[in-house]
């Protein structure tokens, strides 16, 4: 019984949440912040695999990310619609449908090439040094993209609506809504199922005392290979997600800001927790869309209490400022996160009661 | 047969000459001491031993294979388990998961069955975890197999360490100084437990000890050190009779 509820809930959310898009239930509005939603869980689990689990510091996911929105939106322009520079498809457009999750698999997996950049030096170097490195892969990434013109250079690829568009041809359905729900939960089973193995167990070791660990056999260069490789691929599938969701991507999309937003998420849930990153992802997503309209009501609270010069109006740009006050605040009080490195069972035992993960 | 064979060893840190033509033959289920005063180069043996670094000249063989070029991981898979000094637990892991780590080389399944969940990763995670109860059953330890090692008292991390090696199944287990730290009841205990896992699991094990009467009691056989270099090797009343020793240990009388 406990065994089914879990996966039963699940089925039930993704089922309603597509029924609900596909009746228009949702406004488009409000399916856009799901898919981010689902986004967001995906990138700061993956994110949480490398900066929670091994405690190094990767300040570059979202150029991983990027490798995965590019590569898997080119194939499926290129595949699946009629594009200016690519021509006509490949293909005919109404296989993209079954196609669809392996071009985003392939778009994790060139990703995941990518983090080997990341991953060898960490055979060598730690903390502080590893950083950089990741940093420096991020806008490696993005200038080499601002550099190829034929996938638009900084201005950007477009086309991936036409793809999206052609399955709804095929069978009319909320194609986006539905991978990107798949996606998600694809995404957080592997990774949930990869660090509660004592395979995946590994990696903590290494966080805690490496020298101990490959003491006591475990083979901590492949550990890592692993942990990175893992981590940006299943970024390469957000990014996949994102871009077709989005249907444009420009380079500056996946800067340094992207990661940041990412780290926040996983601070705020908790170091090594992966309910908390997902539990995270929701908040920060659900908290950067109220502040969309929290701040032009601020501003008008402002000024009608005349606390402002009328010359001076707060744009969105305090987003950036309320964000990471957030992150300092909670640095400051809660420095351990929302659960810690707890799973949320382990903070409310009675739950336990109810689930059991596999 | 030896177990241990260790010829020529040297070590050299820049111009430090840490360890020097040191040779050493363990026999099989033997229990042999590494004593020597502080600096003497001790630990650095064993780093050697377990391939934490690679020697600068010498040969280290085990069972007959030469563990030259090999990763640290490489040689615990080969069967040599150590503990340290400082106590190097996994803190932030419940007892039980430090045990089942231990076992990494072994855990006999793919990444792909960890994700898929075969029956294999059922398998293999039973029997890892079957081991890691009966040696913590074994060990007296199963009472604090979800305590994290940090709120546990100093003695018992010492007791979970050794058990984490042991976890290895290990045919060499190298220890320590696993006195180091411990009060007098303690360590009647640690000397009772050495005893018990050589009887028991029926392994060689080599120990670097500085308290003298854990080393007394419990080695048949004894290699002082010093600076580097052997200075005395016997049984412990050869040892302690031994001038060159008390030499190395308290200095010159006629100073």
């Given at each position: 019984m406990q065994k089914y509820t879990l996966n039963a809930l699940l089925a039930i959310g993704a089922i309603s949440l597509v029924t609900m898009a596909h009746f228009d239930a949702m406004d488009l509005y409000v399916q856009s912040v799901i898919m981010l939603m689902g986004i967001n869980i995906i990138l700061a689990t993956s994110l949480n695999l490398v900066n929670g689990y091994m405690g190094e510091f990767s300040c570059g996911h979202a150029g991983f990310m990027c490798v995965g929105a590019y590569v898997s939106s080119v194939l499926s322009v290129l595949f699946f619609a009629k594009d200016k520079i690519f021509g006509v498809a490949l293909f005919d457009p109404c296989y993209g449908l079954w196609f669809f999750p392996l071009i985003i698999l392939l778009g994790g997996v060139a990703a995941a090439l990518t983090g080997l950049i990341v991953a060898l030096p960490s055979f060598k170097t730690r903390g502080d040094y590893l950083a950089i490195i990741t940093l420096a892969v991020n806008y490696m990434v993005i200038s080499a993209i601002e550099n190829i013109s034929v996938i638009g250079g900084p201005r950007g690829f477009s086309g991936m609506k036409r793809v999206i568009n052609s399955m709804s041809d095929v069978i009319e359905l909320p194609w986006m809504m539905i991978w990107v729900v798949l996606g998600t939960i694809f995404s957080v089973w592997i990774l949930r199922r990869f660090v509660a193995s004592t395979y995946g167990k590994g990696i903590v070791a290494i966080s805690q005392d490496e020298v101990a660990a490959e003491i006591m056999s475990v083979n901590t260069n492949k550990m890592k290979l692993i942990a990175f490789m893992l981590s940006s691929g299943v970024a390469g599938i957000a990014g996949g997600l994102f871009a077709h969701a989005y249907g444009y991507i420009n380079p500056q999309s996946f800067n340094i800001l992207r990661s940041t937003e990412v780290?926040?998420?996983?601070?705020?849930?908790?170091?090594?927790?992966?309910?908390?990153?997902?539990?995270?992802?929701?908040?920060?997503?659900?908290?950067?869309?109220?502040l969309r309209f929290v701040i032009p009501e601020l501003d008008g609270l402002m000024?009608?209490?005349?606390?402002?010069?009328?010359?001076?109006?707060?744009?969105?740009?305090?987003?950036?400022?309320?964000?990471?006050?957030?992150?300092?605040?909670?640095?400051?009080?809660?420095?351990?996160?929302?659960?810690?490195?707890?799973e949320l069972g382990d903070v409310f035992p009675r739950l336990k009661k109810f689930y059991k993960f596999k | 047969m030896a177990l241990l064979e260790i010829k020529g060893l040297t070590q050299r840190f820049g111009g430090l000459q840490a360890v020097s033509d040191f040779n050493v033959c363990i026999e099989e289920g033997s229990l042999v001491g590494l004593i020597g005063p502080n600096g003497a180069g001790k630990t650095t043996i064993f780093n050697l031993t377990s391939g934490f670094y690679q020697p600068s000249e010498g040969t280290i063989s085990l069972g007959g294979k030469n563990t030259a070029g090999k990763k640290p991981h490489q040689v615990t898979a080969m069967g040599v388990a150590r503990t340290f000094q400082n106590i190097r637990l996994w803190h932030d892991m419940s007892v039980l998961d430090n045990i089942r780590i231990a076992q990494h080389y072994r855990l006999g399944y793919s990444l792909w069955d960890c994700f898929a969940r075969t029956k294999t990763y059922d398998k293999a995670e039973r029997k890892i975890e079957s081991i890691a109860r009966d040696l913590l059953e074994a060990m007296d330890l199963s009472g604090y197999a979800d305590e994290l090692p940090n709120n546990l008292p100093y003695g018992l991390q010492r007791r979970v360490e050794i058990a984490r090696a042991m976890s290895i199944q290990p045919k060499l287990l190298l220890l320590d100084e696993p006195a180091a730290g411990l009060n007098s009841s303690d360590v009647e205990g640690l000397i009772k437990l050495v005893q018990w896992i050589h009887r028991e699991f029926d392994i060689t094990i080599w120990m670097i000890e500085h308290q003298m009467k854990v080393v007394m009691t419990l080695c048949s056989e004894i290699k002082v050190i010093d600076f580097g270099a052997t200075i005395a090797e016997g049984g412990p009343e050869e040892i302690q009779a031994n001038p060159k020793v008390i030499k190395a240990y308290l200095g010159d009388e006629n100073i």
């Open positions: 780290m926040v998420m996983v601070y705020l849930g908790g170091m090594g927790s992966m309910s908390g990153a997902v539990l995270a992802a929701v908040l920060f997503t659900l908290l950067v869309e109220a000024h009608s209490i005349g606390m402002l010069p009328d010359s001076y109006e707060i744009s969105q740009v305090w987003k950036w400022v309320i964000i990471p006050l957030i992150l300092i605040l909670l640095m400051q009080f809660r420095p351990e996160g929302i659960l810690g490195n707890k | -």
